[in-house]
């Protein structure tokens, strides 16, 4: 029986499933408004109710490391990103509803 790579653990797509996509709203607010500071980008994308479309569109880079870890036949990253990507969704679903 072959060892699992070093990689190919639930953490490491938990991780990665909630980095990448917090890495795609800083760069939103980066390219989209660079002379406000990120509070005020915040509160602007709260008051203008776009926050749970940005955040639902960052969230699809988990697709790709889903499908990576998919064919390097990683499965329990697999599982970690599908972990990370429904709390993502529990996170939608609290500021779309609840703020």
């Keep these: 029986m072959a060892?699992?790579?070093?990689?190919?653990k639930l953490i490491t797509g938990l991780v990665l499933g909630i980095v990448i996509?917090?890495?795609?709203?800083?760069?939103?607010?980066?390219v989209r408004h660079p002379a406000k500071s990120f509070y005020e980008f915040l509160v602007l994308v709260?008051?203008?109710?776009?926050m749970s479309p940005i955040l639902s569109l960052?969230?699809?880079?988990?697709l790709g490391i889903f499908y990576l870890f998919l064919n390097?036949?990683?499965?329990?990253?697999?599982r970690g990103?599908?972990?990370?990507?429904?709390?993502?969704a529990v996170l939608?679903?609290?500021?779309k509803f609840v703020l």
């Excluded at 996509?21 to 980066?30: A, T």
């Excluded at 960052?58 to 988990?62: G, K, Q, S």
């Excluded at 390097?72 to 697999?78: D, P, R």
């Design 58 to 62: 960052c969230a699809l880079p988990n």
């Design 46 to 50: 709260t008051q203008m109710n776009v």
């Design 72 to 78: 390097k036949e990683w499965w329990y990253s697999a």
């Design 3 to 8: 060892s699992k790579p070093i990689y190919n």
């Design 92 to 95: 939608v679903f609290l500021v």
């Design 21 to 30: 996509p917090s890495i795609c709203v800083m760069l939103f607010y980066l």
């Design 81 to 88: 990103v599908i972990l990370a990507t429904l709390l993502w």
